[in-house]
């Protein structure tokens, strides 16, 4: 079975700086896309930033500029590193596994999420 487990999450200030982690397991990590989606209260959730399996990055305008995703496949572990935080970031945040190696296709496999919450 596949699992991903979030990690990073917590209480910031505006203008601060995060970097989620997301472990996975029971399967070859490095042939899948993976991202990383939020959801705040009351909201649909959004992508926030993708990886493909070769590396190649997409974000949401929304955290262009101030988010980075980044993959490590000797560790399993996908990252998003959180610059310049506000209070409009705030939300639970999803590790997620794509279907294929480019995230096009959606994603089939999800953590239970990290909470992140910017003060202001």
């Known amino acids: 079975q596949v699992q991903l487990v979030e990690s990073g999450g917590g209480l910031v200030q505006a203008g601060g700086s995060l970097r989620l982690s997301c472990a996975a397991s029971?399967?070859?990590?490095?042939?899948?896309?993976m991202g990383w989606f939020r959801q705040a209260p009351g909201k649909e959730r959004e992508k926030s930033a993708t990886?493909?399996?070769?590396?190649?990055?997409d974000y949401a305008d929304s955290v262009k500029g101030r988010f980075t995703i980044s993959r490590d496949n000797a560790k399993n572990t996908v990252y998003l590193q959180m610059n310049s935080l506000k209070p409009e970031d705030t939300a639970v945040y999803y590790c997620?596994?794509?279907?294929?190696?480019?995230?096009?296709?959606?994603?089939?496999?999800w953590g239970k999420g990290t909470l992140v919450t910017v003060s202001s």
């Open positions: 997620a596994m794509g279907r294929t190696s480019i995230p096009q296709f959606g994603m089939d496999y």
């Open positions: 029971g399967r070859t990590f490095s042939s899948y896309a």
């Open positions: 990886i493909s399996a070769s590396g190649s990055t």
